[in-house]
DNA sequence: AATAAAACCTATCGCATTACTCGGATAAGC
DNA sequence: GCTTATCCGAGTAATGCGATAGGTTTTATT
């Protein structure tokens, strides 16, 4: 049950352009000085990140990423979404479906319903969880 | 946020035990056709959770496994943890330290802070469901 | 106009882990 | 002594992770 980096990096990295949100586009490289992450890799993340349309980005000098929403308006669930997918401890969930290709039995299967409290868990603190939040605790 | 085979498998097994509990010792053979796992990789975890203390072995003949302990004395929970180790998202929480060799600032890390409340969240649910409570699911 | 700073893109690659398989050794009931 | 079991250690194919490498485009600054 771990988290991959991606989806640290990612809100390390969510977390560092919400800090500086208002001051126009931050480059890719002080975040990754400041959060401590490999520049080259930072950057395929942030493309996931501008796909999805959590970031925008200036090209050229001076240029950089900045978030499209306000601190308030992202959850680090969103962000580990993109990054890492949906949430889903053991494959069968990845349908709704209760009959899917990846369990027969799943209508009936007793162990699928742990799977399904551990996920709904899980997107429960990520959901509940803002950038404006953790922006808030580092003030303390 | 995926749980690997191991633990699945384990929590399989372990509740296939359950629902055979008082009935002597189950083989090993018979679990691995019933939960669908592979018989060899089932041995390998099977002795995980013998020398754990959750199951007894009988070696033999009409030999097999048997649960030392009743149902509801064995949470899914404690299967996870001794199949996959500790529940910890990111490697920083396998230290109660808060400073620790994997991340100088964790002492004012802020998104550590979230990864606790994920890790929390998860074993809540996981040590809040036993053996026992499976089985009363499948009389349903 | 030249330079430098930055985002963007694709490919590759070593490493560790996972999910097994294989081949036996040992033990006990019949 | 045969069969049914658990026990044990080694090996292995596939996968994904966490980068690294080497470029191209874009744009502000000088």
Same mark, same amino acid.
């Given at each position: 049950m771990k988290l991959s980096t991606k989806g640290r990096y990612g809100v390390a990295a969510m977390y560092d352009l919400a800090l500086h949100y208002g001051e126009g586009p931050i480059s890719l490289k002080s975040v990754a000085i400041r959060q401590e992450i490999s520049e080259h890799y930072l950057e395929q993340l942030m493309g996931t990140l501008r796909k999805s349309g959590y970031v925008k980005s200036v090209r050229g000098a001076q240029g950089g990423y900045a978030l499209?929403?306000?601190?308030? !308006?992202?959850s680090v669930g969103d962000i580990i979404k993109v990054m890492e997918?949906?949430? *889903?401890?053991?494959?069968?969930?990845?349908?709704?479906?209760? *009959?899917? *290709?990846?369990? !027969?039995r799943a209508g009936d299967c007793v162990t699928r319903g742990v799977w399904v409290k551990v996920r709904d868990s899980i997107n429960g603190v990520l959901d509940s969880i803002s950038l404006a939040d953790l922006c808030e605790e580092e003030k303390k």
């Open positions: 499209t929403k306000e601190p308030s !308006q992202i997918g949906p949430i *889903a401890p053991v494959d069968c969930l990845l349908t709704d479906d209760t *009959a899917n *290709a990846y369990c !027969q």
